[in-house]
């Protein structure tokens, strides 16, 4: 059996994925910097909402790491906010690390988010509950009379 993915977003809603190999070059972050910025997500811009998923391979258990600092500012000039805390991955030796996060940004209502105890690979995937509220178009009716129809002798 396959994991099914339903993804119901807003128009106005973004969603990114992202990859971060465990070898990557510093310049990476810059790379995730000037794609959120070139797709309008600049600070200022953050009324829309926003979620980025992915393996980001930074530990975010081990506060004293530099991949660390560099996510956490790039959370900060975009206002994201981290959802994942719960370890997402597990070494040989049982030793907890969370290396997939959920961002999200500050126009998304986020009710849970969990590492869903599933055996679908070696690192946990991540359930992501929000309440977006979308408007709902209902139907207009009119009622009204048919002009053929009337009796105009009954009105006179």
């Not at 997500?41 to 600092?69: E, S």
């Not at 907890?96 to 679908?120: E, F, G, Q, R, W």
Request: aromatic fraction near 4%.
């Amino acid at each position: 059996m396959h994991p099914h993915v339903h993804i119901f977003l807003h128009a106005d809603s973004k969603l990114k994925t992202f990859y971060r190999p465990p070898s990557a070059h510093v310049d990476l972050w810059l790379n995730m910097t000037e794609n959120l910025d070139s797709v309008g997500m600049q600070q200022a811009d953050c009324q829309k909402p926003l979620i980025i998923l992915g393996d980001f391979n930074v530990n975010t258990l081990q506060l004293n790491n530099a991949n660390l600092r560099h996510l956490n500012g790039i959370c900060s000039d975009h206002n994201l906010a981290m959802q994942q805390t719960a370890p997402t991955h597990y070494s040989p030796t049982g030793v907890p690390s969370t290396l997939d996060l959920a961002l999200v940004s500050p126009a998304l209502p986020v009710k849970d988010c969990i590492a869903h105890n599933a055996c679908i690979s070696d690192h946990l995937p991540i359930v992501l509950s929000t309440s977006i509220v979308v408007p709902s178009k209902h139907p207009h009716t009119r009622e009204g009379r048919n002009l053929r129809r009337i009796d105009m002798a009954t009105f006179q």
